[in-house]
């Protein structure tokens, strides 16, 4: 029994040490670069009849000179959000074909919606895709006739997932912020 303690101890002692890897650098898994959020500040802009504010560290433009139609660019993010305003008699139709056209830009993907009023008179829904997306996170606010929508549209691959989720994390936080802000222009 004593040999066989002496030889289970040399065995468990070489295989413990000295083997040929040791001291050989092993590479980790590849890691996805933190992204730097933003600043919190904000600044107003308005889209056609409405007034809403967007971080300040996004170049804001309004395409082919249409007050109506708003582009915030978020380069840190590679992001882009692109948002429209209407007006409407029949609101239940254009917020049928804005969350038909959420629908189709997720494409088949899961995604969770969050639905509130945001207390200066717009009800608002985000919709935010759980599965790779090019259009990660999509809002409607709606309110008195207005109908404003708006998706952030990813530039380049959305693979793999999950060196997105950051950049995702950060574009419905600033969704929220979108929405929560939108007001007609003629009040506050």
Not at 5 to 30: K, M, Q, T, W
Not at 149 to 158: K, L, P, Q, R, W
Request: proline share 5%; aromatic share 6%.
């Amino acid at each position: 029994m004593t040999i066989f303690a002496i030889l289970l101890a040399a065995f468990l002692l070489h295989s413990c040490g000295n083997s040929a890897d040791e001291g050989r650098a092993v590479p980790r898994r590849y890691a996805y670069a933190r992204i730097e959020p933003y600043d919190t500040v904000r600044t107003e802009h308005s889209a056609g009849p409405v007034q809403l504010s967007i971080n300040k560290g996004a170049d804001v433009s309004h395409p082919d000179g249409k007050p109506e139609w708003l582009d915030a660019s978020f380069g840190r993010y590679g992001a882009t959000l692109h948002l429209s305003t209407i007006m409407t008699e029949d609101i239940d139709v254009a917020l049928a074909n804005r969350r038909e056209r959420i629908s189709l830009n997720l494409g088949g993907a899961k995604a969770r919606s969050d639905v509130f009023d945001n207390g200066l008179g717009m009800r608002c829904e985000i919709v935010v895709s759980r599965d790779p997306s090019a259009t990660p996170v999509q809002f409607v606010a709606y309110g008195d006739g207005v109908l404003v929508s708006g998706a952030f549209v990813i530039a380049g691959s959305t693979e793999p997932a999950d060196s997105l989720r950051p950049i995702c994390t950060e574009l419905e936080k600033e969704a929220f912020a979108i929405v929560n802000s939108i007001h007609p222009r003629n009040e506050i």
